[in-house]
Antibody, heavy 117, light 108 residues
Framework: QVQLVQSGAEVKKPGSSVKVSCKAS????????ISWVRQAPGQGLEWVGG????????NYAQKLQGRVTITAAEPTSTVYMEMSSLTSEDTAVYYC??????????WGQGTPVTVSS | EIVMTQSPDTLSVSPGERATLSCRAS??????LAWYQQKPGQAPRVLIY???TRATGIPARFSGSGSGTDFTLTISSLQSEDFAIYYC??????????FGQGTKLEIK
């Protein structure tokens, strides 16, 4: 069973960047995929992007393409999600999820990101 | 992009009664459909995958059905801990799986 532990809450200024980490345990990182899902306050769930290390494949939501970068550091079993040019619309809780089968069996605890001047 | 539409937005049901939640896809997703439950301040957890398979540890009162474009989540006898928001998600085509907007299940 994969367990995911995320970095802590962030407060950022508009136009800046944020980098959130997700440390996985329960198996080597190249044996499963990790995606990022976000949830704006009072809203639903939105897929941000994902990485499948075994296939060396990374995909991003079209609306976020160019602003999001997902990377993986296999020695530390950590996946990072970096988002640039932040606006208030990026204020959300960001979750990393285990994404090997399409549905999400394991979720991180969530990282609140607040974008405010 | 496949659009997932859930109905109703809010469902009011008394404890002990049955709840039926619906999810419709804009085009066929076969049985690549999952249901999640989310309680306030918590991450979602998967209840059902493959349209009808209960995830590990999920009580038998939760059941899923459907294929193609129309899906249903049924909770046979509502317990107090079942009042939450429920989301469906299609995972038929990588990348970019999509979620429904959610159904809030509240106590009547």
């Amino acid at each position: 069973q994969v367990q995911l532990v995320q970095s802590g809450a962030e407060v950022k200024k508009p136009g800046s960047s944020v980098k959130v980490s997700c440390k996985a345990s329960g198996g080597p990182l190249n044996s499963y995929g990790i995606s990022w899902v976000r949830q704006a306050p009072g809203q639903g769930l939105e897929w941000v992007g994902g990485i499948l290390p075994v296939f060396d494949r990374i995909n991003y939501a079209q609306k976020l393409q160019g602003r999001v970068t997902i990377t993986a550091a296999e020695p530390t079993s950590t996946v990072y999600m970096e988002m640039s040019s932040l606006t208030s619309e990026d204020t959300a809780v960001y979750y990393c999820v285990e994404d090997s089968s399409g549905f999400y069996k394991a979720w991180g605890q969530g990282t609140p990101v607040t974008v405010s001047s | 992009e496949i659009v997932m539409t859930q109905s109703p937005d809010t469902l009011s049901v008394s404890p002990g009664e049955r709840a039926t939640l619906s999810c419709r896809a804009s085009r066929s997703v076969s049985t690549n459909l999952a249901w999640y439950q989310q309680k306030p301040g918590q991450a979602p957890r998967v209840l059902i995958y493959g349209a009808s398979t209960r995830a590990t540890g999920i009580p038998a009162r939760f059941s899923g059905s459907g294929s193609g474009t129309d899906f249903t989540l049924t909770i046979s006898s509502l317990q107090s801990e079942d009042f939450a928001i429920y989301y469906c998600q299609q995972y038929n085509n990588r990348p970019g799986y999509t979620f429904g907007q959610g159904t809030k299940l509240e106590i009547k």
